[in-house]
Each structure stands twice: as C-alpha cells, then as structure tokens.
C-alpha cells in the first residue's frame, strides 16, 4: 500500500500546504481519498491523479478543512466521465459507482449543495453514515444550536440508500469487510464528532516448506495451492499432510490508520485496533509546547501522537495537520534542506512487508 | 476601481487557472469579491489579500465552479479575526459584518453547510437572495427533480435576517443603494438562474473655472465647496452666482459590469444598464468554432460576447471563465510570450477615468 499526502495543514488551505487529504493507493488498482479539504481536486491533479480512479472516500468529520472539497471533486469526477447516464437503474452497477463513508450529517451537507448547485452526476454514489457515539458529542462546543435531528434532504436522483453504521460491541464501526482489505473506524475526541479510519490486509498463507514437500515427494503444481489454501493432501505413500507441517507462520498483512483531528481516542477500541499498525497518520496540529492550546481546541501535539503511537505499537507515525502558523523554511535557513528532504521522502511513503 | 481576475476558468479550479472569482477594489478601502468558486481563498492569499477585507460578496448563480469556495472563505476569515464576539447582538454594526448577494437558495446552502459543519463566526453576516424571473428557470435542465420551494433551513446564529429582492418594472434588481456606488444585477440566460452585476459610481460634479471665479472676486475656500454641492452663492458685488456657471458638465462615474455564466441577457434590461461601460467581465467558455456547444451548455463565445460588448458600447472587454481544455502555452511555442505578457497585464486591471 501506498500512502500519498495530498494536504497536511490545518483550518484551511494555504499555498504552502494543501487542507487534509489523502490517497490510499493498493493493489488491483484500489485508490481511495480519506479527507477531501478545499483543493484536493488541484492537489490530485498535481499528482496526475484523475478523480474517475477514486472509487471510496472516507470523511474523518465534518469541519470544513476536511470536506469543502467534496462537493467539487464530486462535479469534476462527473464531468471528466461523462459516457455513464446518469439515469441508469444499475448505476451502483458501475465500475464508477463511488461509496462515501463519514459522520451523520455527510448525507445531508451532499444530497443539499448538489440539489441547490443543481448538479446531476454521471455516475452513482451511496453515503454511509458513522452514528457517532454519545461521548463524541459532550466536548461539541456549541449545544444550544442544535439542528433539527430527522433533516436529511432529497435524495438525490444518482444516490443509492446507505447505511447507518453503528458500533460494534468493541467499540469499533465495520465499514468495508469481507474482502482482503477490511476497514474499520474508531470513535475519537474532538470539538466534533471525528472517526480514525483502520485499514488491515487479510493475513496471507506462510511461506512453503518446498524442501521439505520436496522430500516427501509432493511434485510442484496445483498440490501446494491447496496446502496454501490450509487444506490438507494425501502423500505418494498414502500418508495425510497437514498444511501446519509444511507452511510457515501466516505473514500478517500491512496494516494502516488515519485518523482525523483529535485530541486522542475516545475508548481501548483504537489502541486495540491499531495494535502493530505499519503507520500510523496522526495530527500534530501544534507545538509540545502549546499542548494546552491544542487539548482546548480538541487537537494534538507531536508528544501526543507520539504516545499513542508507542502505546499501540506502530512501526512508523507520519505527523500531520500543522497549524498553518508554521510556514515553511527559508532556502537559506538552518536545516531548511533536511527538512525538505524529509517532506519529499514522505509525500509518498510505501508499505511493505 | 481595479479588478483583480482570481480565476478565469470554467467548470473546476485547475493548477494553470482559477475557478471564478474576481475582486473589486475602490476608494474607502472597498474590497469586494464576485463569485467564489473552490480555491477562491488560497487565491486571495497569492495576492496579499486578507479574507477579512472583503465586505460584500456576490455570487453570480449556484454552480460549483461560482459557489463552492464560499464556505471556506468564511471559516478562514473568522479564524483569522477571532476577536469579535459570536454572540454579540450588534454583530451587524462591526466592521467585520458580511453582506452575501446571490440568487435564492444561496442562504439555505450556506446555512446548511455552516451547521453541518458546527461553524461559528466571529463575525455576523447577512444573505440577500434575488428571485429569479420565471424565465431563468424555463432552460434549466431536469425539471422532474425539485426541491421543496420552502426549505430554508436554521438560521445561522451569526446571520441577521436577509431581503428577497424582487426585479424592479425595469427588470433589474437593485443590490446597493444610496451610496457613491450602486449596485444592481440584471438576468441573465443560463442552465440555472444566473444573474450580471452591474456597478456605477455616481457622476461628480464637473471641474470649477477658477479663472472665472477669480474675475469674480470669489475667494478659493469652502465657497467653491458649496458651489461644487450645486448651491448658489452671492457674489461680493450681491448678484446672485448658479453653480451652471463657473461648474463644467458633470463627470460620469466609472461603470463596471461583470457577468455570471450566460448565452447572453434575458431581456433588455442588461444592455440598457451596461451602456458605455468601462469595463464588462463577459465569459467566453469556447471559442467560436464551437458555438453550438457552447450554447447547448448555456455558455457564450468570445464573439457572442464582443457582439453583446459593442450593443451596449462598452469601453472595454474581459473574456473569462474559459474552459479548462485550453491549457497555457508552453514557454517556447510560439505567440506563449506575448500571451503571458497580456494575461500579466489582465490580472489587474485598473479602472479610471
Ligand atoms: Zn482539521
Ligand atoms: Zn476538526
Ligand atoms: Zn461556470
Ligand atoms: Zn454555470
């Protein structure tokens, strides 16, 4: 898996660093965006990226620097496609059928901008929602305006139903499953509801022993893909050979986390989910030293991210979300070449196993 | 007046050009902002101008490419200004107070887009929505897919209560008034109700012959102030002296009209209203070849708009708004120098008289 930072600033886009997005990048030509800020569109053109590739999205919550920029990749995907008729029964058919996944009030903020900005789609789109928990809500400043619950707009004549996700008993959501890429979400704190989005590679078989099945006369060929499925075989002299005997351990897949704006988690659910994670994405919106600030407004700081991702394992934590004070080094400055380097290296981190 | 082209291209933003926006810049430190599409802000920050000095916006009509750098503009203005009080119940006397023009559906989208995205101002803000003629909404496509007429919404609890402007007997809309700079918007013929502005300064009163008021014995001073505001004053020698006869003609005010997306007017309100223009901001989204398309998608050619430019005998003509299939010249094709020297020369351009 690939992960690509098309925007690591926070509140707003600026010239120096893009509003939060990012593109999962995988095999079989999997390309999903996590956050789309004000601008991801020009971001993803920089990047020689067509919208058309993106086939899921996933909205950590619903403040501005995270979702302003749906709307409008929404429009250009549709333009840059136009074949598809927008009026096809089995549009969610399509390979361009697209799955949104985010917080309550997702739906609403889409089905709303595109029926006033009267925009048809050429293509079908589903919003899942996460039903935040109860927790999320208390920090949420603001509670005596509160809209009214039920609101949820037209439908949209290229919508297709979504869900509404809950948790699981562990605290977790189950939002994609069933192939070899599962996603989950976790609950975490911020002024809004915010979710941190998991992604884990189904384990694959261990290694082949072809030594050994070379000893117990087992000709290579079609006998090692059903001892790599786990199902045993009868040797040459009649005997049964268990896969356990011949396979290695099972080589665990890649695991990913993004997570969006938060002070830290809300429950065990995330430190538990993201146990072992490969890398971990997680905001450091400012300074250690301002820590006081960052918690007031529901964000971290580097030490913050620091220890979530020591307590949780990960192998690797990419920091993100700076505060738009901080610009960036002058040519000229101290260790201003260090940085770019490290900023180049990590545009675009691979994950490997 | 000068106006400053943000971004002159049609359907998205792309990294060669903006989508539209443009701002106006007077005397008193006038600073407004026409249309708003996705990346309008980053924009404003390439020019050194704060978010928090514009003071009036007008949005032309609902599409993306108009709209949807709206929300943002206003979150980032309120972060960069968090002195004023959300809850101040004089928020509309600040300076800081917004006032947002556009066509009716406007506030709803912001209201649900602010709500949504649990975006408090530090500023109040006003929307004043211009009900579209009949007419506008006979070409848009999709008449089997209608919103309720009535939704608008919670009201934001930064908003003051906004007007529904209704078209005068002359079928413009009057916007601002009362001032040395009117505002009015005429309809316009597009896929969704689009509307144009037109700006006019108030004529000032012609030059004072001051050889003739010296003959007269009339002393330089605050009198040739009264003569200048058209009062009559008494001479030395007790005659009576009009202001008609030491003051020139009067000296119109610069006039500035700049179109939302269009095939071209209505009705005739817009040429009676734009005649002798100093400027008209037209958009031209194909090039002439390709007139029937252009017109199939509710959009104009440079020469539907050099022929609309000439009825009303503008001064001057600014085509914009084109589509994104034009990509810049690159620097050794030939005419690419002579090209980017006009665009440097476009991006700012100032009015005067
Ligand atoms: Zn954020
Ligand atoms: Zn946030
Ligand atoms: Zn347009
Ligand atoms: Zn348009």
């Known amino acids: 898996m690939q992960v690509i930072v098309l925007g690591s600033g926070a509140a707003y886009p600026s010239v120096h660093r893009g509003a939060s997005a990012y593109v999962v990048r995988g095999p079989d030509a999997l390309c999903w965006l996590f956050d789309c800020g004000e ?3 020009t971001q993803l053109q920089r990047c020689g990226l067509a919208p058309g590739r993106i086939k899921k999205v ?13 709307p409008g990749l929404l429009c250009t995907r549709s333009m840059q496609n136009p074949s598809v008729e927008p009026t096809d029964s089995q549009i969610d058919k399509h390979p ?10 997702l739906r609403r903020l889409l089905r709303t901008v595109l029926e006033l900005s009267r925009t048809q789609l050429s293509f079908g789109f589903v919003v899942h929602e996460l039903e935040p928990q109860v927790q999320q809500y208390t920090e949420a400043a603001w509670p005596e305006w509160q809209p009214p619950e039920e609101a949820q707009g037209l439908q949209h004549p290229q919508e297709r139903p979504g869900r509404q996700v809950l948790p699981e008993a562990d605290g977790s959501y189950i939002l994609v499953s069933g192939g070899s890429l599962e996603v989950r979400a976790v609950s975490l ?3 809004a509801p915010s979710f941190g989005f998991v992604l884990a590679e189904e384990e694959r078989p261990g290694r082949l022993n072809s030594q050994r099945l070379q000893d117990l006369g087992v000709p290579a060929g079609p006998l090692y893909g059903q001892i ?6 009868t040797l040459p002299n009649g005997q049964l ?3 356990s005997e011949v396979l290695g351990p099972p080589i665990p897949g890649c695991k990913l986390c993004i997570f969006g704006d938060c002070i830290g988690p809300l429950d065990s659910a995330a430190a538990h989910l993201c146990q072992d994670a490969d890398l971990l994405v997680h905001e450091a919106t400012l300074e250690d030293g301002l820590e006081a600030k960052a918690r007031a407004n529901g964000h971290s700081t580097p030490r913050g991210a620091a220890t979530f991702a020591a ?7 990419l ?3 700076f505060s738009q004070r901080y610009k960036p080094l002058e040519a000229g400055q101290d260790g201003a070449r260090k940085v770019r380097a490290y900023e180049t290296a990590l545009r675009s981190t691979v994950l490997r196993r």
Chains 1, 2 share one sequence.
């Open 241 to 243: 050979l268990e896969p």
């Open 58 to 70: 996933f909205i950590s919550h619903l403040h501005g620097d995270h979702v302003f920029g749906l």
């Open 189 to 191: 704190r911020h002024r």
């Open 319 to 321: 920091l993100t979300h």
């Open 39 to 41: 601008g991801t569109q």
């Open 228 to 233: 790599k499925a786990g199902q045993s075989i």
């Open 96 to 105: 361009l059928f697209m799955e949104i996944f985010g917080p309550r009030g």
């Open 311 to 317: 307590e949780c394992h990960a192998r690797r934590l």
